[in-house]
């Protein structure tokens, strides 16, 4: 069973623009989450995370929101640059899991001029 | 952050020979390594954790004599395909952690073709 899911397997945004990728997840005892950018043929790269105790971290033009009550998360890249056309992978953690990502289905963005 | 390297990036074998793909922390010591596979067009898929100086511990529905993995020291993991068939061609990633609550590194990932 999927327990992180996200629901838009695509996006596209004009530059400049924001760019708002959402993920779901089922699992109660999920307590950490993280963001990955991906390219073809290359491993995930760490954009962000939040732990559960919070609602909202933010670096740079990405931020990241989390509302534990909906089991919901989101990113959002502001303002979005052709560079950041990519596959971005939303994963989750429990507390007794160190280390084991679930991650969602991806979503790939596609940033255009 | 922190690095880790994975060997080979691209490996071609014909089917029924064994392939081994090593993980290494270049920059940190990790006794915890995991291993994904991905499918074209699908999420990445936990494999297995590879404990050092220990079994690992395979995910259900992961074949432990297919997938050989080895945790020699506290900086390398290897993962070995053994016999392989045309449909264990996919894209094999490893990662790493610091420590507890830290983000995983990953390696640059295997693509496998089974020919």
């Known amino acids: 069973d999927q327990q992180v899911k996200q629901n838009s397997p695509s996006l596209s945004v004009q530059e400049g623009r924001i760019s708002i990728l959402n993920c779901d997840y089922t699992?109660?005892?999920?307590?950490?989450f993280l963001w990955y950018k991906k390219y073809p043929a290359e491993g995930p790269t760490f954009l962000i995370s939040?732990?559960?105790?919070?609602d909202k971290n933010e670096d740079g033009r990405f931020t990241v929101f989390l509302n534990k009550s909906a089991k919901h998360l989101s990113l959002h890249i502001v303002p979005s640059q052709p560079g950041d056309s990519a596959v971005y992978f939303c994963?989750?953690?429990?507390?007794?899991?160190?280390?084991?990502?679930?991650f969602g289905a991806g979503t790939q963005v596609v940033v255009t001029p | 952050g922190a690095v880790v390297s994975q060997h080979p990036s691209r490996v071609i074998c014909k089917s029924g020979t064994s392939v081994k793909i090593e993980c290494r922390s270049l920059?940190?010591?990790?006794?915890?390594m995991f291993w994904y596979r991905q499918f074209p067009k699908q999420s990445l898929m936990l494999m297995a954790t590879?404990?050092?100086?220990?079994?690992?511990?395979?995910e259900q529905g992961v074949e432990k004599d297919k997938f050989l993995i080895n945790h020699a020291s506290l900086t390398l993991s290897t993962l070995t395909v053994t016999s392989a068939h045309p449909e264990d061609s996919s894209f094999y990633i490893c990662?790493?952690?610091?420590?507890?609550?830290?983000?995983?590194?990953f390696g640059q990932g295997t693509r496998l073709t089974v020919v």
């Open positions: 990662s790493a952690e610091q420590g507890a609550n830290t983000e995983a590194f």
């Open positions: 939040i732990s559960s105790i919070k």
């Open positions: 920059d940190f010591q990790a006794t915890t």
């Open positions: 590879s404990n050092e100086g220990s079994k690992a511990t395979y």
């Open positions: 994963a989750a953690r429990g507390a007794d899991s160190w280390g084991k990502l679930q």
């Open positions: 699992n109660s005892m999920f307590d950490y």
